[in-house]
């Protein structure tokens, strides 16, 4: 196969068009084009008057050869992909089937991998099934009880179902992880497309019943599911696992579950779990992280900020990443933006309140939605050890709690900067999923860290226009950007404890979907390579 990159086309081309783009720069007839994949897919806006899409393909030719040293321009070259490879089972033999704590996706790529190369992995998840656990988060949402153990954090599918459900990652991929996992998705209901787009998102719509039938799968390779089960202890036996202590939340049962293998794939807001660890002498540390509030605009306006007033009528709801340093050493960023989307209630614990962002597949809601977000550190969390991020990030919870009354606290821009009540909404409504009212979220954080988010609003006004509008719409607080914990691991992927394999987000490894997934099959290779399977 030849690749072909760079490939620039206006965004009212057609398929033809591509197909005469690709002929040219071989020096081909179109009849002579056995075939072709696009590989990456992105939009190029960065000149408003030249707006185009830019396409990487795969392209079948006879006499690849020939046609090489012919082609066009310096973007032409042999395909050359890495293969994913699992590793070759180990040696030592397990008594007792792997334990995977966590169904969020480090958690379910990891049981996928061991599921389908014979291991068997038990998956122990706090929440319920995503089909049982998107009705309790639409009972919550429209005014009911939040259930601390199924909700927008706890739950198959982790924090993750109940998003963008982007794909895209910063992680460095030289082993294929990257597109193993997007073919898996697209295997289990996820669109092609997503294997190809420069920015690919599949939406909490799909991405919940993607999540399901993956379970299926790993249910018909021998493994196992125990939804609403807590792990409350870990017993060891000369430094390495034993057993593990459950519990179950509906009965309030307790069993005990033998295994000398778990995977700690517990996701950002296992608060219990995390001083669990803490108490049963598991090397952990604070870790830096970020704080602020949802922003909302109307996708409109960012539509023809990002494209003009032409192209945005032809393209799709557009995105945005945002970054600034300022000189008082804080960094500001965008963080899971979401175009044509939700703000929501991502609580988790009585009387704390936090918010996330969700779109659906479409993404056609009126409003686009960010987190802008405030670096901090454990110099900001007024207390030591590991698990003072917890509490800093308790502490704001609690108060947006009490500034909403319960329900998501909402103010302007305007007012929040001149530290005033907000009445109403300004030149558009919100779009939310949960209760919200106004507060006074100016009161929310010190004052270094809302300056420090005014300072960001302005600075990316430069680069968006308007979009330190006075009437953007805050809602808070953002506080589950990424685990406030890491728990260090060695080079093959254990704990301070043997037998215990810190994965994903939670852990400190991942900062979304698809880095979560990676590292998820991380650990699954790295057990792999240990042990033999169920199998062997």
């Given at each position: 196969?030849?690749?072909?990159?760079?490939?620039?086309?206006?965004?009212?081309?057609?398929?033809?068009?591509?197909?005469?783009?690709?002929?040219?720069?071989?020096?081909?007839?179109?009849?002579?084009?056995?075939?072709?994949?696009?590989?990456?897919?992105?939009?190029?806006?960065?000149?408003?008057?030249?707006?185009?899409?830019?396409?990487?393909?795969?392209?079948?030719?006879?006499?690849?050869?020939?046609?090489?040293?012919?082609?066009?321009?310096?973007?032409?070259?042999?395909?050359?992909?890495?293969?994913?490879?699992?590793?070759?089972?180990?040696?030592?033999?397990?008594?007792?089937p792997p334990v995977v704590i966590g169904a969020g996706p480090a958690g379910l790529f990891c049981a996928y991998l061991l599921a389908e190369h014979g291991y068997a992995p038990i998956v122990v998840e706090r929440g319920k099934p995503v089909e049982e656990r998107t009705e309790d988060v639409a009972r919550f949402w429209a005014g009911g009880?939040?259930?601390?153990?199924?909700?927008?954090?706890?739950?198959?599918?982790?924090?993750?179902?109940?998003?963008?459900?982007?794909?895209?990652?910063?992680?460095?991929?030289?082993?294929?992880?990257?597109?193993?996992?997007?073919?898996?998705?697209?295997?289990?209901?996820?669109?092609?497309?997503?294997?190809?787009?420069?920015?690919?998102?599949?939406?909490?719509?799909?991405?919940?019943?993607?999540?399901?039938?993956?379970?299926?799968?790993?249910?018909?390779?021998?493994?196992?599911?125990?939804?609403?089960?807590?792990?409350?202890?870990?017993?060891?036996?000369?430094?390495?696992?034993?057993?593990?202590?459950?519990?179950?939340?509906?009965?309030?049962?307790?069993?005990?579950?033998?295994?000398?293998?778990?995977?700690?794939?517990?996701?950002?807001?296992?608060?219990?779990?995390?001083?669990?660890?803490?108490?049963?002498?598991?090397?952990?540390?604070?870790?830096?992280?970020?704080?602020?509030?949802?922003?909302?605009?109307?996708?409109?306006?960012?539509?023809?900020?990002?494209?003009?007033?032409?192209?945005?009528?032809?393209?799709?709801?557009?995105?945005?990443?945002?970054?600034?340093?300022?000189?008082?050493?804080?960094?500001?960023?965008?963080?899971?933006?979401?175009?044509?989307?939700?703000?929501?209630?991502?609580?988790?614990?009585?009387?704390?309140?936090?918010?996330?962002?969700?779109?659906?597949?479409?993404?056609?809601?009126?409003?686009?939605?960010?987190?802008?977000?405030?670096?901090?550190?454990?110099?900001?969390?007024?207390?030591?050890?590991?698990?003072?991020?917890?509490?800093?990030?308790?502490?704001?919870?609690?108060?947006?709690?009490?500034?909403?009354?319960?329900?998501?606290?909402?103010?302007?821009?305007?007012?929040?900067?001149?530290?005033?009540?907000?009445?109403?909404?300004?030149?558009?409504?919100?779009?939310?999923?949960?209760?919200?009212?106004?507060?006074?979220?100016?009161?929310?954080?010190?004052?270094?860290?809302?300056?420090?988010?005014?300072?960001?609003?302005?600075?990316?006004?430069?680069?968006?226009?308007?979009?330190?509008?006075?009437?953007?719409?805050?809602?808070?607080?953002?506080?589950?950007?990424?685990?406030?914990?890491?728990?260090?691991?060695?080079?093959?992927?254990?704990?301070?404890?043997?037998?215990?394999?810190?994965?994903?987000?939670?852990?400190?490894?991942?900062?979304?979907?698809?880095?979560?997934?990676?590292?998820?099959?991380?650990?699954?290779?790295?057990?792999?390579?240990?042990?033999?399977?169920?199998?062997?």
């Amino acid at each position: 196969m030849i690749r072909i990159e760079q490939l620039k086309l206006p965004i009212s081309h057609t398929k033809e068009d591509l197909l005469g783009k690709i002929a040219g720069t071989l020096r081909v007839k179109s009849g002579e084009i056995l075939g072709y994949r696009i590989r990456k897919e992105s939009i190029d806006a960065r000149k408003k008057d030249r707006i185009a899409f830019v396409y990487t393909v795969d392209v079948e030719v006879r006499q690849e050869a020939a046609v090489l040293r012919r082609a066009r321009g310096g973007h032409v070259s042999l395909a050359k992909d890495v293969p994913y490879q699992f590793p070759p089972e180990g040696e030592a033999k397990l008594r007792h089937p792997p334990v995977v704590i966590g169904a969020g996706p480090a958690g379910l790529f990891c049981a996928y991998l061991l599921a389908e190369h014979g291991y068997a992995p038990i998956v122990v998840e706090r929440g319920k099934p995503v089909e049982e656990r998107t009705e309790d988060v639409a009972r919550f949402w429209a005014g009911g009880k939040l259930d601390p153990g199924s909700n927008v954090q706890f739950g198959e599918g982790g924090a993750g179902a109940f998003s963008d459900g982007k794909l895209n990652t910063l992680v460095k991929d030289a082993k294929g992880r990257n597109r193993k996992a997007l073919e898996i998705l697209i295997r289990h209901g996820a669109p092609e497309a997503i294997g190809y787009q420069g920015k690919p998102h599949i939406g909490t719509d799909v991405l919940k019943r993607v999540v399901a039938d993956m379970r299926r799968q790993i249910e018909e390779w021998g493994g196992t599911y125990r939804f609403g089960t807590c792990v409350e202890k870990m017993r060891f036996s000369g430094g390495s696992l034993e057993a593990l202590a459950c519990r179950d939340l509906a009965t309030g049962e307790r069993a005990v579950l033998e295994t000398e293998l778990a995977v700690l794939a517990i996701g950002h807001s296992a608060r219990d779990t995390f001083q669990m660890l803490l108490e049963e002498g598991f090397w952990m540390e604070a870790k830096p992280f970020a704080v602020g509030l949802r922003v909302e605009h109307p996708q409109a306006a960012v539509n023809e900020a990002q494209y003009g007033a032409d192209a945005a009528r032809k393209l799709p709801a557009a995105s945005y990443k945002l970054t600034a340093n300022l000189g008082n050493g804080r960094g500001v960023y965008s963080f899971c933006m979401c175009p044509g989307g939700y703000v929501v209630d991502a609580s988790s614990e009585a009387g704390r309140l936090a918010v996330n962002g969700m779109s659906y597949s479409g993404r056609d809601g009126a409003n686009a939605n960010s987190a802008i977000i405030v670096t901090v550190s454990p110099e900001d969390f007024g207390a030591s050890g590991p698990l003072s991020g917890v509490a800093f990030q308790r502490r704001l919870e609690e108060k947006a709690y009490r500034l909403g009354n319960g329900k998501i606290p909402q103010q302007l821009f305007g007012d929040f900067e001149n530290g005033r009540a907000t009445a109403r909404y300004g030149g558009f409504p919100s779009a939310v999923k949960g209760q919200s009212a106004f507060g006074a979220l100016h009161e929310l954080f010190s004052t270094e860290i809302r300056d420090s988010f005014c300072a960001g609003m302005h600075e990316f006004s430069k680069k968006i226009r308007g979009f330190d509008r006075k009437d953007a719409i805050l809602s808070g607080v953002e506080s589950r950007t990424s685990s406030p914990v890491r728990i260090p691991r060695d080079e093959f992927f254990e704990s301070s404890k043997k037998g215990v394999y810190p994965c994903g987000e939670g852990a400190g490894y991942a900062g979304g979907i698809l880095s979560a997934a990676m590292d998820g099959m991380k650990v699954a290779e790295a057990i792999a390579r240990k042990y033999r399977s169920r199998e062997g």
